[in-house]
């Protein structure tokens, strides 16, 4: 059994990176920090599905690359942070989910931050590949609620449909397992190196064991929040 913790709203997280590979259950586990802070995920991955549905310029360039397991240009997805910052909900905090993921984001997020009046926290998300295969094929989402299923582990009590909508849910385009090899390349090549900067590099940083039950990996990304947090009263 989990040990209660205090309540969220004693402490501020201010900006929380969540890190790791394609499939550790970043946007779950964002959902729910989203709902316990009070505070929003910013997914860059769900931003450029966003712009490939309304088909702009970085959408048809984002829709390319993404089936293909590469990164979109840093520029281009700074750019598209920069314009979320600007929304008033940032202002107490947000979960960054799927940035930064190259060390180049990281540079321009950490100049972004300069001002910020809390220190991020990265947490790393660790989830062995094998396993990892398994959640990305067998994934399913809510178009509507944004619900992630899992057929294999988490499957919907009618047969691909949500529980919550009871509409169709959908497999993303490159939940497949060729370009989930693509992805687990790029990982490895650019965003590998991400992990180690905020671990070396005087963050808040914090490692939590992903293969276990989702209300689990909650309970130990809260431990470590609680434990590099930040008091108001501290400023
Ligand atoms: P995700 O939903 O986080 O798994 O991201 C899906 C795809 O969107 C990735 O495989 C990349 O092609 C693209 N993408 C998401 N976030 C970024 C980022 N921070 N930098 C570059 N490309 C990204």
């Known amino acids: ?13 201010g900006p929380v ?26 997914s860059t991955g769900d931003l450029l599905r966003e712009h490939r549905k309304n088909r702009t310029p970085l959408g048809m360039l ?6 293909k397991g590469q ?8 750019q598209m942070v920069a314009e979320r910052f600007k929304q008033p909900d940032t202002e ?26 809390l220190p991020v926290v990265a947490v790393n998300i660790v989830v062995g590949e094998r396993e ?4 990305i094929t067998g994934r399913l989402s809510c178009p509507v609620c944004g619900t992630i299923y899992n057929i294999y582990s988490k499957p919907p009590k009618n047969d691909r449909l949500c529980d919550l909508e009871n509409n169709p849910l959908e497999q993303r385009a490159d939940d497949t397992e ?16 991400v992990i180690e900067y905020y671990r070396t590099h005087g963050a808040r940083f914090a490692e939590v064991d992903g293969d276990q039950p989702e209300d689990q990996v909650t309970y130990s990304i809260r431990v ?12």
Do not use: C
């Not at 990176?17 to 910013?42: H, S, W």
């Not at 990164?71 to 700074?78: G, I, S």
């Open 178 to 193: 060729a370009v989930f090899h693509e992805r687990m390349k790029t990982f490895q090549v650019k965003t590998a190196e």
């Open 71 to 78: 990164l979109v240009p840093d520029d281009l997805v700074n």
């Open 224 to 235: 470590a929040l609680l434990k590099l947090r930040h008091h108001p009263e501290a400023q």
């Open 62 to 67: 984002a829709d390319e690359l993404m089936s």
């Open 17 to 42: 990176l969540l890190l790791g590979a394609p499939g550790v259950g970043k946007g779950t586990q964002a959902k729910r920090l989203m709902d316990e802070f009070n505070i929003p995920q910013i």
């Open 132 to 135: 990892l295969l398994e959640r």
């Open 92 to 117: 107490h905090g947000y979960i960054l989910d799927g940035f930064p993921r190259t060390l180049n984001q990281a540079e321009w997020l950490d100049q972004q931050l300069v001002a910020y009046m």
């Open 1 to 13: 059994m989990s040990k209660p913790l205090p309540n969220a709203s004693d402490f501020l997280p």
